[in-house]
């Protein structure tokens, strides 16, 4: 099934210098990129987009870390799109993630760790509108 999916490019992907190597994996696998913004997110959006963590203990580091610079996120679709771009990123801890993958090749740690991918339809159908206008998602 064609699937739409909320990707970020972190602000470590983005300090890094690897928007470019991300994207290209992407590609690569067949995702196609329909919808691209760089922007430095509020602690307020920060927090607002990863609400369903507000209980866990690393919550305020992670919304300080997600707020410390610009990021980029993106749309991606492609057959799939969902899992396929969760099976590209790797486990959340980069030292768990799976060998080729962008957070075993790419990431520094289990917070600082590249890339989001939305983890089922119900949380990109949350996370692309976060984001993106309808406008936005016709390209
Ligand atoms: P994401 O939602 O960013 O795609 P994920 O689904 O692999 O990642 P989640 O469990 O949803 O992982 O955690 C969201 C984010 O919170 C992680 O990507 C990471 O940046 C951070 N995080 C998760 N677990 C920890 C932890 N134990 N310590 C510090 N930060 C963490
Ligand atoms: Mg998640």
Not at 35 to 48: F, H, N, P, S, Y
Not at 82 to 101: C, F, H, V, W, Y
Request: glycine share 8%; proline share 3%.
């Amino acid at each position: 099934m064609t699937e739409r999916t909320l990707s970020m490019i972190k602000p470590d992907g983005v300090s890094k210098n690897v928007i470019g190597d991300v994207i290209r994996r992407f590609e690569a696998a067949n995702l196609k990129v329909i919808a691209i913004q760089m922007r430095t997110l509020t602690k307020k959006e920060a927090e607002g987009f990863y609400a369903v963590h507000r209980e866990r203990g690393f919550f305020s580091s992670l919304v300080t870390f997600m707020s410390s610079g610009p990021l980029v996120a993106l749309v991606l679709e492609g057959e799939g799109a969902i899992l396929k771009n969760r099976s590209l990123m790797g486990a959340t801890d980069p030292k768990q993630a799976e060998a080729g993958s962008i957070r075993a090749d790419l990431a520094g740690s289990i917070e600082e760790n590249i890339v989001h991918g939305s983890d089922s339809k119900e949380s990109a159908d949350f996370e692309i509108p976060y984001f993106f206008s309808q406008l936005a998602l016709n390209g």
